[in-house]
């Protein structure tokens, strides 16, 4: 089956209105016409709509970085699919490991968020990955299980479709320590095959990014992997040039 490659970068609490609205107009230069991929910034919420703006009529998708599951209420400090769609947002990023280490995401929390994205009709990416205590000592495959199970639980293999995983080893974020293809390419298998036994066929066609130091050095070879359909950038999607050059790798242009 084939699936269409996604990269998104992750601008994390980085750049303000102004910044984010150049970095799109030098990336939309450079993606103009590309069809081989689906391409994506997911900039803090403040920025949003000025890169949507910016973003308009390009390939360029817009994602958030965060999502509540009410509609509305009394949840100071938290953003709604409503709100998101309605400032141009189709993608959101949903259980960031930063957002499970520093702001008490649990998995229970992500099936939530993740419930919500997919009745506003927004394309998940859904994050996992184990620490590096978790992989030394042998836990990673139970921990990414335990992040799929409970994360997906209650999702109907008609919308699992939609979902875009992205495996992000903690011990890959912005360390300059990328998992090698081989690892990468383990750990992606066995996400899709807990994927299948959740989903059935559907799991074929979800897309799974790896994400933790990619750059345009490794993007190749991570890419070309059988299970491996794009990725999930933080440092090396801040300036245009870095993500444009990964891009390029990425798809082996
Ligand atoms: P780095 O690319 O900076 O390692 O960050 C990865 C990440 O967390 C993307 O969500």
Redesign the pocket.
């Known amino acids: 089956m084939s699936r269409k490659v996604i990269i998104a970068g992750?601008w994390?609490m980085n750049k303000t209105a102004a910044e984010g609205r150049e970095l799109v107009e030098a990336l939309k230069k450079s993606v103009a016409g590309l069809e081989a991929a689906e391409i994506v910034v997911c900039p803090p919420f403040t920025t949003i709509g000025a890169v949507a703006e910016a973003a308009a009529g390009s390939v360029i998708g817009v994602g958030a970085q965060n999502i509540h599951w009410a509609a509305n209420g009394a949840f100071t400090g938290e953003i709604s699919a409503d709100m998101l769609k309605t400032s141009g947002v189709k993608y959101v990023?949903i259980g960031?490991?930063?957002r499970r280490q520093y702001f008490g995401e649990t998995n229970a929390t992500v099936n939530s968020r993740l419930k919500a994205a997919l009745a506003a009709g927004l394309i998940p990416i859904v994050?996992v990955g184990e620490l590096l205590e978790e992989r030394e000592s042998g836990k990673t495959e139970a921990v990414l299980a335990g992040q799929i199970r409970e994360g997906f639980a209650g999702i109907d293999a008609k919308d699992a479709e939609k979902i875009v995983v992205?495996y992000?080893p903690v011990w890959?974020?912005?360390?300059g320590k990328t998992a090698t293809p081989d690892i990468a390419q383990a750990a992606h298998a066995f996400i899709r095959q807990e994927l299948r036994a959740l989903f059935g066929a559907a799991a074929d066609a979800m897309r799974i990014q790896y994400?933790?130091?990619?750059k345009a050095s490794n993007a190749r070879e991570l890419v070309a992997q059988p299970d491996i359909d794009g990725g999930?950038?933080?440092?090396?999607?801040l300036k245009a040039e870095d993500f444009i050059a990964l891009i390029r790798e990425a798809l082996a242009l």
């Open positions: 992750n994390k990023i960031h490991s930063e994050c992205a992000e890959a974020i912005g360390t994400g933790g130091s990619m999930l950038i933080g440092g090396a999607a």
